[in-house]
């Protein structure tokens, strides 16, 4: 059950607090820094021990062996092929890794790095009884969970997108980008803190938004989703995720033969682009609905949201070759809609029509 199921207009589903009475209203205060969002979607993960950062810079696409304390970044674990198996936020404190994950990827992402732990100096825990996960801007999480942020290290990650890391890459143009107009941290609090932040927003001392809020400012800031945008067949390039969660020119490590050749040599097969959807009728289409091209099948939806400006929008991963320009139909339970699209990852994506970017700081960097 969520702890925030007492707060007035709740509505629940499987645990999560899905919105309270006014998904739209909500998503402008949590923008504003005037709400948070219970994440009971997520779940928490810790390593422990001298090797764990070696260790998970070995096993995954990130380079980690050497992160400062209190720098928030991602990692995405590849199988051989180098198809996205699963992904998480990093954050580490100095003694402890903390990983966020999709509550749905937990006991598999758990269950795979404890057989890769082999002789290493490493200790992985399920924190997700202890902890919780508190999202929205820095201003608002510190503002509700200033307990959780007064650890030494604040156990507060700080979404890296849309900035290009270190060793990253991007495939879509920096300006007009609108990843860069949303702000997005998120707090590690214990349950008890989780707890008395519900006490205060059923009391009205703070608000909280649901996760249909949150889900809308990623869909808008071409932020792909942990598990939405990724099926058997995802490559962080189709994603433009090489700008966050991984090294291009770190160690060997599981499916980097694909990153680097797919990056270097290939185009990504599939691509991500944002639709704008046809607004005139009261069903959205559903995730994994099939995008078309005229009478052709280009593609499949991933997310969808409602947002408070720009209205019905989506994310889809449709094929390379689609046509830029082509205006593009999704199916509904009331039949196919138009979905007009915007450019997100370009067709020739590779190395050779790609330059590096120079990173950008979010707006809560450029503040300190």
Request: proline share 5%; with cysteine.
């Given at each position: ?30 923008q ?11 779940a928490?993960?810790?390593a ?8 998970l ?10 992160l ?15 198809h ?33 732990r ?67 941290v998120e ?17 009205g ?5 649901g996760?249909?809020a949150?889900?809308?400012?990623r ?44 990056h ?38 991933t ?28 199916e ?15 067709p020739?994506?590779?190395?050779t ?16």
């Amino acid at each position: 059950m969520s702890l925030f199921s007492a707060v007035p207009g709740a509505v629940v589903e499987d645990g999560v607090l899905i919105h309270t009475g006014n998904p739209m209203a909500e998503q402008r205060a949590l923008q504003g820094g005037r709400a948070v969002a219970p994440l009971e979607d997520r779940a928490v993960l810790t390593a422990t021990g001298e090797d764990r950062l070696s260790w998970l810079d070995s096993v995954t696409s990130q380079a980690l062996a050497h992160l400062p304390a209190g720098q928030s970044t991602e990692l995405l674990v590849l199988d051989p092929n180098g198809h996205i198996e699963h992904a998480a936020a990093v954050l580490d404190d100095g003694e402890t890794t903390w990983l966020i994950v999709d509550r749905a990827d937990a006991q598999s992402l758990l269950a795979w790095l404890t057989r890769m732990r082999f002789r290493m100096r490493v200790e992985l825990v399920d924190a997700t009884e202890s902890h919780t996960v508190i999202g929205g801007t820095a201003e608002g999480v510190h503002a509700a969970t200033s307990p959780a942020v007064s650890h030494a290290v604040p156990l507060v990650w700080e979404d890296p997108w849309p900035s290009v890391s270190a060793g990253g890459w991007a495939y879509a143009a920096d300006e007009g980008h609108p990843g860069f107009d949303r702000e997005w941290v998120e707090a590690i609090v214990t349950r008890e803190e989780a707890t008395a932040l519900a006490a205060r927003a059923v009391a009205g001392e703070v608000t909280v938004a649901g996760t249909l809020a949150a889900d809308a400012l990623r869909v808008a800031a071409w932020r792909p989703g942990w598990r939405t945008e990724v099926d058997e067949r995802a490559l962080p390039h189709e994603s433009d995720w090489l700008r966050t969660s991984v090294h291009l020119n770190k160690g060997c490590y599981r499916g980097q033969e694909t990153v680097a050749k797919v990056h270097n040599l290939g185009h990504p097969p599939r691509r991500l682009v944002a639709l704008q959807l046809d607004g005139s009728g009261d069903l959205l289409p559903l995730p994994g609905a099939e995008v078309r091209e005229g009478d052709r099948s280009v593609g499949v939806l991933t997310s969808v949201a409602r947002h408070h400006e720009e209205g019905p929008i989506a994310l889809a991963l449709v094929r390379r070759t689609t046509d830029i320009d082509a205006v593009l139909f999704v199916e509904t339970e009331n039949g196919s809609i138009t979905a007009a699209q915007e450019m997100i990852v370009p067709p020739d994506a590779g190395a050779t029509a790609s330059v590096p970017r120079i990173t950008r700081l979010s707006r809560r960097a450029r503040a300190t």
